[in-house]
């Protein structure tokens, strides 16, 4: 179990066997873990939760991850938020989109758990400070 229990954590993803996986992994190591299914609902959730972190897929509804994505980097008060894209997107051009649009990492799925886990960690460790 991770030390800090604290770190919020918001899971967007349309595909809900994805959120649900995710959530129970990112839950097992102590995060606080939110979800949700599209990219507006994510820019509305994300500027309430103010996340320490946001999982991201590309491809959905209504708004695309790398939208979400740019829309975080433009609000001052998620300045500490971190993004790892998780889609299936794998591409060369899709990468550099993702690192272009802020992210601090971009996971090809289907994701293996440790990969995932040890990401997460990796992220938050040098993005977040105390």
């Not at 949700?36 to 509305?44: I, K, L, P, Q, R």
């Not at 994300?46 to 999982?55: F, H, K, N, R, W």
């Not at 001052?76 to 051009?93: N, P, Q, R």
């Amino acid at each position: 179990m991770i030390s800090n229990p604290l770190k919020k954590i918001i899971i967007v993803d349309d595909e809900p066997n994805i959120v649900l996986a995710l959530r129970y992994l990112m839950e097992e190591q102590g995060y606080d873990v939110y979800a949700c299914y599209d990219g507006v609902t994510a820019v509305e959730m994300v500027t309430s939760v103010i996340p320490d972190l946001v999982i991201l897929d590309v491809m959905m509804p209504g708004m695309d991850g790398f939208s979400v994505a740019k829309y975080i980097r433009n609000q001052e008060v998620l300045d500490k938020t971190a993004i790892i894209f998780l889609t299936a997107k794998g591409t060369a051009h899709d990468k550099m989109e993702g690192y272009d649009s802020g992210a601090e990492s971009y996971i090809i799925k289907p994701f293996d758990n440790d990969e995932i886990t040890d990401k997460v960690q990796e992220v938050l460790s040098l993005t977040i400070k105390s």
